[in-house]
C-alpha cells in the first residue's frame, strides 16, 4: 500500500539547478526513512541522500555535499531533493524510496521504491 511519486526531473546544462520531489500515499509508520539513490545505464545503484522523517538526521553522500539538500515537509508527507551546481557526472535516473530505519545507505536498507525520475546534465 505503500507508493512514492517522484517528480522534477528534467534536462539542465552543467551549473543549473533542479528541484526533485518525492510525495508518499498514506504510510502507517510514524517514523521512518526516505532516501534518494541514483543510477546511470550499466552502473549500480547508488545512495545519494537520505533523511529520517519525524526526526532531523540528514545523510549524504560525499559527492554531493555542499551542492545537495534534502528536506521534508511531513504535513505533506513529501521529501524534496534540492540540486544546485549540477554536473555532467550528475546524469541519471533518480529514485525515491523507503526504509524502516536510516542507518544504512544502501538499496538492501530500503523496501519501498517509486519509477524514477530522469536527470540530465548538459555540460
Known amino acids: 500500500q505503500v507508493q512514492l511519486v517522484e517528480s522534477g526531473g528534467g534536462s539542465v546544462q552543467a551549473g543549473g539547478s533542479l528541484r526533485l520531489s518525492c510525495a508518499t500515499s498514506?504510510?502507517?509508520?510514524?517514523?521512518?526513512?526516505m532516501g534518494w539513490f541514483r543510477q546511470a545505464p550499466g552502473k549500480e545503484r547508488e545512495g545519494v541522500a537520505r533523511i529520517r522523517v519525524g526526526g532531523s538526521y540528514t545523510v549524504y553522500a560525499d559527492s554531493v555535499k555542499g551542492r545537495f539538500t534534502i528536506s521534508q515537509d511531513n504535513a505533506k508527507k513529501t521529501v524534496y531533493l534540492q540540486m544546485n551546481s549540477l554536473k555532467a557526472e550528475d546524469t541519471a535516473g533518480y529514485y525515491c524510496?523507503?526504509?524502516?530505519?536510516?542507518?544504512?545507505?544502501?538499496?538492501?536498507?530500503?523496501?519501498?521504491w517509486g519509477q524514477g525520475t530522469q536527470v540530465t546534465v548538459s555540460s
Open positions: 524510496a523507503i526504509g524502516t530505519w536510516c542507518v544504512g545507505s544502501g538499496p538492501g536498507d530500503f523496501d519501498y
Open positions: 498514506v504510510y502507517t509508520r510514524s517514523s521512518y526513512c
